[in-house]
């Protein structure tokens, strides 16, 4: 069985503070994907970065920042200067061969001018 | 990345009628398309999985004959919510899995909703 757990609910912070979301998984599969996406209010997943468990390399995108730890089992996304239109729910998802995803709850942020 | 359209983006029926939502794969064939619901304020739950030319392979608790599952070619896979209630209300999202590929690509989703 697969298990994501995204332990924060909500967080709220101020603009330009940096924010990172936990993600913590769960698998017995050697070879697996994990995900982040964003979800804004309009409802559609946009796909902000993918990892294959042979990849431990951190990994740096404008912003954004991920760090995989495979020895603790997570991935935690960092927002560096959050800004307002990064105000949305965050899911952190695994994917095995077989291409089922697992979905976290989700982590809705919120960013306050 | 691959491109999979899911149409239509929203649909407002009334209860007690059929709705049927698309998934298309644009420029890859997918001999698997997986279909999530997500409830308000909640995550993304799989209800079933199919394989082109096959029946769908439903999760526990999701009724198929309610959400009638076809994957007839390898490019569309349709949902079809029957005899929708306001309860049925909900976001739906496909994925699409290419043949040998090991990253599913997700469609827009579709926002129902049953009055």
């Known amino acids: 069985a697969q298990k994501v757990t995204q332990a924060q609910t909500e967080i709220s912070v101020v603009e330009k503070e940096d924010v990172t979301l936990d993600c913590v998984y769960e698998t017995r599969d050697t070879t697996y994907y994990l995900f982040w996406y964003k979800q804004p209010p309009s409802g559609e997943l946009v796909f902000l970065i993918r990892r294959n468990s042979f990849d431990e390399q951190n990994e740096i995108s404008g912003r954004y920042s991920w760090n995989f730890q495979k020895s603790t089992s997570s991935f935690n996304f960092t927002i560096t200067a959050s800004q307002v239109v990064d105000s949305a729910v965050y899911f952190c998802a695994l994917i095995t061969n077989a291409g089922k995803s697992t979905f976290g709850d989700g982590t809705t942020l919120t960013v306050k001018p | 990345g691959a491109v999979v359209s899911q149409h239509p983006s929203w649909v407002i029926c009334k209860s007690g009628t059929s709705v049927k939502i698309e998934c298309r794969s644009l420029d890859f064939q997918a001999t698997t398309m997986f279909w999530y619901r997500q409830f308000p304020k909640q995550s993304l739950m799989l209800m079933a999985t199919?394989?082109?030319?096959?029946?769908?392979?439903?999760e526990q608790g999701v009724e198929k004959d309610k959400f009638l599952i076809n994957h007839a070619s390898l490019t569309l896979s349709t949902l079809t919510v029957t005899s929708a209630h306001p309860e049925d209300s909900s976001f739906y999202i496909c994925s699409a899995l290419g043949q040998g590929a090991t990253e599913a690509f997700f469609g827009q989703g579709t926002r129902l909703t049953v009055v």
């Open positions: 199919s394989n082109e030319g096959s029946k769908a392979t439903y």
